[in-house]
C-alpha cells in the first residue's frame, strides 16, 4: 500500500513536459505546474510562433507571465524523495526468501548480518551490537549468517554439540562423551577441526602439486603431439618423394628397355634389307644367265652352238638362301617375358614392404616415455594421501589416526556388515582409487602391502581374497627379517636391507609398479612391468600381532 501511495504522489508532482520530479517549480495562473527550466523553454519555443500557452488546457497568455518558485511543491517534492529513500532502503534491509533471519527481531524481520555459534541465534546489525560492544560476549564465536545453528544442538541431551568422537565419526555433545561414548576416542570439536584442517591442507598441497605436474604433463603432450604432426609430416613428404624417384627410375627404365628394342629392331631391320638386296641382285643376275642359256637353247646352227656353248660361265652356287632357310624367326617375346618377370619381383618385393612399412607405422608410440623418479625428492612429488576404508576391514583389523593405523586385534570389532568386508582375510583396503602417477609410504611389522583391483573377491577363505594370491591384486610381504614378492601364488624372494618403512610408488598408464626400502636413502627392492586394466586401491595384510601405519608425507 505504501509503494501505491508513493507511486501516486509521485505521477502528481512529476512534470509533464520532462515526466520526472518537479524541480525548482511553479505553477502557472491557469492553476497547472511546471519545471521551472522546462515551461521556460516551452514558453521561448512559443514566442517564436507569437504565442504563449500552458501544455495542458492550450490556456493563452498575453503578456507573457513571470513565473515565481511554488514553495509549498518544492516542500512536498523534497519529503517525497526523503520517503521513498528511506523505504528503499528498508526494504534492502528486511530478509528475503533466501535471507536468514535476525532471531530478535519481531513482525517483519531483518536481514541477519552474523549468527553467534554460543548463542546459536542470528543478529541483525541492530540487534548484533552487545556482542560487538560487551565483553561477555566478545568471546563468542561469530560466523557469517547460516540457517543450519540448530544441526549444533544434540537431540538427545539438547546441549551443543562441541565433542567429536573419533571412533564413530560425529559430533557429540559433552553428556554423550561420559555416556555413550564414555570408552570411544574423543576430543573437542575444535582440536578435530585443527586436525582435519591441517589434513585439508596438506590434501590441497597434494591437488595443487599434482595440477602442476598435470600441467607439465599437458605440456609435454603438447609438444609430443607437435613433433608427432612434424614427424609425420616429414615421414609423408620423404616417402612422396622415394615413391617419386620409384617411379621416375621405373621410367627411365621403361625408356632404356624402349630405346633399345627400337634400336636392335633398326639393326635387324637394316641387316635383313641389305641381304634382300644382294638376293634381289643375284636373281636378276640369274634370270640374265637364264635368258642367255635360252638363246643359245634355241640356235638352229649347230656349229654356231657348239662355237657359243663354251663361252658360258660356270653357274655359282648360291651363298644365301641356305643360311636363310635354315634360320629361325627371331622376335622379341623374350624380352617381353623378361619384363615380366622384373614385374613380379617388384609385386612381390612391394607387397612384402608395404606389409612391413604398415607394421612399422602401427607400432609408432605417441606418448613421451616418463622416466621413473629417482630421488625421494622425486618421489614425493608424487606423494598420494591414503586413507582406509573401514566397510573394507576385516573384525580383527583395528582403525585408529584418521583410519591411517591398522593393528591386529585378538577380538572382532563391532563393525556393521558391509558387502565390501574381507570376512576371512586380515586385510583393509584405501578409500582413494589411485591412477595416474601414486607415490605413498608405510611403517610395516609383520605387514602385507598391496594394490588391488576393487573386485577381488571379499567373502570366503579362498586364494581369490588373499593380496598376491591372485591375478588381480600384487603385494610385498615384510615378515621383520626379509622381503618376498606375490602375485597369482608365485613367490619372488626380495634381497637388500630391511626396513620398518616401505614405499610404493605406481605409473598406473605405464603399467610400473615399485616397492622401495626407504631408511635416509631410497633403495628399489621390486619393480613389476604389466599392464593395468582398471584402477588400483591400496592395500594392507596384517598378520598375528601385525600392525601397519600410513606414514603422512610432507
Not at 578435530?192 to 603432450?221: N, S
Not at 637394316?270 to 638386296?277: A, I, K, N
Not at 626379509?482 to 605409473?507: C, E, M
Request: aromatic share 6%; hydrophobic share 30%; net charge negative.
Amino acid at each position: 500500500m505504501a509503494q501505491q501511495e508513493n507511486q501516486l504522489d509521485r505521477e502528481i508532482l512529476s512534470c509533464s513536459i520532462c515526466l520526472d520530479l518537479l524541480k525548482d517549480p511553479v505553477t502557472t495562473v491557469c492553476g497547472h505546474s511546471y519545471c521551472k527550466s522546462c515551461i521556460n523553454t516551452h514558453w521561448d519555443k512559443g514566442e517564436e510562433r507569437g504565442s504563449c500557452s500552458c501544455p495542458q488546457c492550450r490556456q493563452t497568455f498575453t503578456p507573457r507571465p513571470v513565473l515565481e518558485k511554488s514553495t509549498m511543491l518544492a516542500a512536498l517534492v523534497e519529503e517525497l524523495k526523503k520517503t521513498g529513500l528511506q523505504a528503499a532502503l528498508a526494504d534492502h534491509c528486511y530478509a528475503g526468501p533466501e535471507d536468514v533471519d535476525c532471531d530478535v527481531c519481531t513482525g517483519r524481520k531483518l536481514k541477519a548480518l552474523k549468527s553467534c555459534l554460543v548463542c546459536l541465534a542470528s543478529y541483525c546489525e541492530k540487534h548484533l551490537q552487545p556482542h560487538l560492544q560487551s565483553a561477555p560476549f566478545k568471546k563468542h564465536k561469530l560466523v557469517d549468517p547460516s540457517e543450519k545453528l540448530q544441526e549444533n544442538i544434540c537431540s538427545r541431551h539438547d546441549e551443543v554439540m562441541k565433542m567429536f568422537c573419533r571412533t564413530d565419526q560425529q559430533c557429540i555433545c559433552y553428556l554423550c562423551s561420559v555416556d555413550e561414548h564414555k570408552d570411544h576416542d574423543t576430543v573437542t570439536a575444535a582440536a578435530e577441526r585443527t586436525e582435519r584442517q591441517r589434513e585439508l591442507g596438506l590434501r590441497r598441497q597434494t591437488i595443487q602439486q599434482r595440477v602442476q605436474d598435470t600441467e607439465k604433463d599437458v605440456k609435454l603432450l603438447q609438444q609430443e603431439e607437435e613433433a608427432v604432426n612434424g614427424s609425420a609430416d616429414k615421414a609423408v613428404e620423404d616417402s612422396e618423394e622415394i615413391f617419386t624417384e620409384l617411379i621416375r627410375l621405373l621410367e627411365k627404365r621403361s625408356s632404356d628397355v624402349k630405346q633399345q628394342i627400337r634400336s636392335q629392331q633398326e639393326t635387324e631391320v637394316s641387316r635383313v634389307r641389305e641381304l634382300q638386296e644382294r638376293l634381289e641382285q643375284e636373281i636378276t643376275e640369274l634370270k640374265r644367265k637364264d635368258h642367255e642359256l635360252k638363246q643359245l637353247s634355241d640356235t638352229e646352227d649347230h656349229n654356231q652352238f657348239l662355237h657359243n656353248y663354251p663361252s658360258l660361265s660356270p653357274l655359282s652356287e648360291s651363298t644365301h638362301s641356305s643360311r636363310i632357310r635354315s634360320r629361325p624367326l627371331m622376335n622379341f617375346e623374350d624380352v617381353t617375358a623378361a619384363v615380366s618377370q622384373v614385374r613380379g619381383r617388384l609385386q612381390d618385393i612391394l607387397s612384402g614392404t608395404e606389409t612391413e612399412i604398415l607394421q612399422i607405422v602401427s607400432q609408432v608410440d605417441v606418448l613421451l616415455p616418463q622416466p621413473e623418479p629417482q630421488t625421494r625428492a622425486d618421489f614425493l612429488r608424487y606423494s598420494q594421501e591414503i586413507t582406509l576404508d573401514q566397510n573394507t576391514a576385516h573384525r580383527r583389523v583395528l582403525l585408529s589416526k584418521g583410519n591411517r593405523k591398522v593393528t591386529h586385534m585378538s577380538k572382532d570389532q563391532s563393525y556393521s556388515n558391509h558387502p565390501d568386508r574381507f570376512t576371512d582375510r586380515c586385510q583393509v583396503l584405501s578409500r582413494e582409487s589411485l591412477t595416474g602417477r601414486c607415490y605413498w609410504e608405510v611403517e610395516v611389522r609383520d605387514v602385507e602391502v598391496a594394490v588391488t583391483y576393487k573386485n577381488i573377491r571379499r567373502a570366503g577363505d579362498s586364494h581369490e581374497c588373499e593380496f598376491g594370491l591372485n591375478d588381480k591384486s600384487w603385494s610385498l610381504l615384510f615378515d621383520g627379517n626379509s622381503y618376498s614378492f606375490y602375485y597369482n601364488r608365485i613367490k619372488t624372494p626380495v634381497s637388500g636391507p630391511v626396513s620398518s618403512r616401505v614405499g610404493v610408488y605406481l605409473d598406473h598408464s605405464a603399467g610400473v609398479l615399485s616397492f622401495y626400502r626407504v631408511s635416509g636413502t631410497i633403495t628399489l627392492l621390486h619393480r613389476v612391468q604389466t599392464t593395468f586394466t582398471q584402477p588400483l586401491y591400496a592395500g594392507v595384510r596384517v598378520g598375528y600381532r601385525g600392525r601397519a601405519e600410513i606414514c603422512k608425507l610432507k
